[in-house]
């Protein structure tokens, strides 16, 4: 007779399988779910992430603009990005900005752009230091 709650070898043993199982099963569902997330465009891989960061160097340099639509495709996954990804792009912008103030027709026909995105970037990062995340959120 066993006492105060005792088991069986062969009852931990198979209690041990199933709980192993449901964890492999529970792990195979969230790689799916990545997956599916990936092909939808819901997350980005690190390549997704990486064309978005030349496309924004890119799109800062033209001289008609473009950087709206960077961030229309940036700001759904700002989330994903680490912190210091997100400063470089503000210190981009503000060496973008002393580069060209002196050539006021290149300066003024990108500059609102320039300021709705720094802006954005500025405020995820203020949000991230409020919370107490640091430059380790995120993958790119």
């Not at 069986?8 to 209690?15: A, C, K, N, T």
């Not at 800062?60 to 990005?81: I, S, T, W, Y």
């Not at 900005?97 to 050539?103: D, F, L």
């Amino acid at each position: 007779m066993r006492h105060g709650g005792q088991r069986s070898r062969r009852f931990e043993r198979r209690m041990r399988e199933r709980m192993a199982q449901k964890q492999l099963i529970a792990r195979g569902r969230e790689a799916a779910r990545k997956m599916q997330r990936q092909k939808h465009g819901i997350e980005l891989t690190q390549e997704g992430r990486l064309s978005l960061v030349y496309a924004f160097c890119y799109a800062l340099k033209q001289r008609g603009g473009g950087l709206d639509n960077v961030r229309a495709a940036l700001k759904p996954h700002l989330a994903e990005f680490r912190t210091g990804t997100l400063e470089h792009m503000v210190m981009d912008i503000d060496v973008h900005w002393a580069a060209t103030v002196h050539k006021m027709e290149r300066h003024c026909l990108a500059g609102r752009e320039q300021e709705d995105f720094r802006a954005m970037l500025v405020r995820e990062i203020e949000r991230r230091q409020q919370n107490g995340k640091g430059s380790s959120d995120g993958n790119a």
